[in-house]
């Protein structure tokens, strides 16, 4: 009998570490609300948390190496009048975050440097359009300020978010409350996972289906849908005996998946994030004390299992480090931070190297915070490719952005529920105008004669 041949990966070592309790964020009071979303969002500035707010929804941002105990007095964002359920950092700007809520509204908010020094209500733009909860926010990855969003009244709607108003609306593909959507790698299509037990790829721009799969998982359990390498598409969800399943699809043929492969019989939905730069898929479960990870590949059975951390407490949520975000130095290729009852815990994944010098294979380029297509353009037709970057010397920040509004046409589109003004109601407020213009002529004229008169 021949022996068994271990594959071969660069990543079979990858383990995961938290970090010292010094360096965790305690005392903050996470959300207890019900809901499959991270409740958490980072980047390379700040570490932003849903939180339990008394009268509303608020969330809590902190600048990264605002680590120890948080204070009692710390400011919120808190404009929603309903509980927050998702979070997202815009990518091609790191003080800009988009909040969706209860209250049927997405809301942006700019936060300035440094973090808060006092609590936020108001934000840049507030986006209505949504009849129910929001629960689903995803920025487009290549377009600058294009933002996704998909609530509980089975609508998805994409915003152009600089004018505050929506673009394209998806309000008749979903039968039922939508589970997931996100984006390919260049934002030409979007793919969701839904209560009626099917997957869809969609391309927004033209309103149609592209692919459809019903029951990628028989269970009747949330599934979660998300674009891998080369188009492929990951699934997680749940078998007829409730047990918790990863499947990989070829969209070439939905027939039969790839790889279908059963974890654990485990409640929590599977949260997937994928890392294209290493091929790395970590599956994290909301209510789990452990983070899985696999490698995806070409050859069978393509979804690898490399290793998996674990830890005593069960997480509420997590949030994770865009790639320009860790330290090359130390061969760290993801963090997480995980969210505990009362507090946020960063996890860090490394592979255990013996030089200090910088890792080519472990950080090929990645996307960098630039965009490559305006608002405008994309919603034109136009298509836009990643911009990468290199972390051989590490990320060094740019000049933000400046996040810009069209206060004109956000007035324009903010009133929108307002009943616009007739041709005919327009045609009268004018000749009125006219008559008003005469009786002051008329008057002038009067009053001068007068003073005529009285100078005489």
Not at 172 to 195: F, R
Not at 444 to 455: A, D, P, S, T
């Amino acid at each position: 009998m021949a022996p068994k041949v271990v594959r071969s990966s660069k990543f079979r070592h990858v383990f995961g570490q938290a970090v010292k309790s010094d360096q965790c964020y305690d005392d903050v009071r996470i959300s207890q609300m019900t809901w499959d979303s991270n409740f958490c969002t980072v980047n390379p500035k700040f570490v932003a948390m849903i939180v339990e707010a008394s009268g509303g929804g608020a969330f809590m941002v902190l600048p990264l190496g605002k680590t120890g105990r948080v204070d009692m007095s710390q400011p919120l964002v808190c404009g929603h009048t309903g509980p927050v359920l998702d979070i997202e950092w815009c990518p091609h700007n790191d003080n800009i975050i988009a909040s969706g809520s209860e209250d049927c509204t997405v809301m942006i908010w700019e936060i300035p440097d440094g973090g808060l020094t006092q609590p936020i209500t108001e934000p840049v733009v507030t986006l209505e359009g949504h009849s129910k909860r929001v629960g689903i926010l995803n920025w487009h990855p290549t377009a600058h300020n294009v933002l996704l969003s998909a609530g509980c009244d089975n609508v998805v709607i994409i915003w152009n978010v600089a004018r505050g108003e929506p673009v394209i609306t998806l309000d008749s593909m979903h039968t039922d409350m939508i589970y997931s959507a996100c984006w390919n790698a260049t934002g030409s299509q979007i793919i969701t996972s839904c209560k009626d037990k099917k997957i869809r790829v969609i391309d927004p721009r033209q309103g149609s289906v592209v692919l459809e799969k019903d029951k990628p998982h028989e269970g009747s359990r949330p599934v979660r849908a998300i674009f891998v390498s080369e188009g492929k598409i990951l699934t997680t969800g749940f078998s007829r005996m409730s047990e918790r399943q990863v499947a990989l699809w070829d969209p070439k043929s939905l027939e039969e998946p790839l790889t279908l492969q059963e974890l654990d019989t485990s409640s929590g939905v599977l949260l997937p994030f994928f890392d294209p730069d290493t091929g790395i898929v970590y599956l994290c479960g909301k209510g789990d004390s452990s983070i899985r990870y696999f490698e995806i590949t070409d050859e069978q059975p393509y979804v690898h299992y490399l290793s998996m951390y674990t830890s005593k407490e069960s997480q509420r949520g997590l949030g994770y480090m865009p790639k320009r975000g860790l330290e090359v130095n130390k061969c760290e290729i993801a963090r997480f931070y995980k969210l505990h009852e009362r507090k946020c815990e960063p996890i860090v994944m490394t592979v255990p190297r013996k030089s200090d010098m910088f890792q080519e294979d472990l950080y090929p380029d990645t996307v960098g915070p630039e965009p490559s297509v305006e608002a405008d353009d994309w919603f034109a037709g136009r298509d836009g490719e990643l911009i990468l970057i290199s972390l051989r010397d590490g990320f060094a920040a740019t000049k933000t952005r400046e996040f810009k509004v069209n206060k004109t046409l956000l007035a324009k589109t903010t009133a929108t529920a307002r009943p616009s003004i007739e041709a005919s109601d327009l045609q009268s407020l004018i000749d009125e105008l006219k008559k008003l213009k005469t009786v002051v002529e008329e008057q002038n004229k009067r009053i001068c004669e007068l003073e005529g008169k009285v100078g005489k």
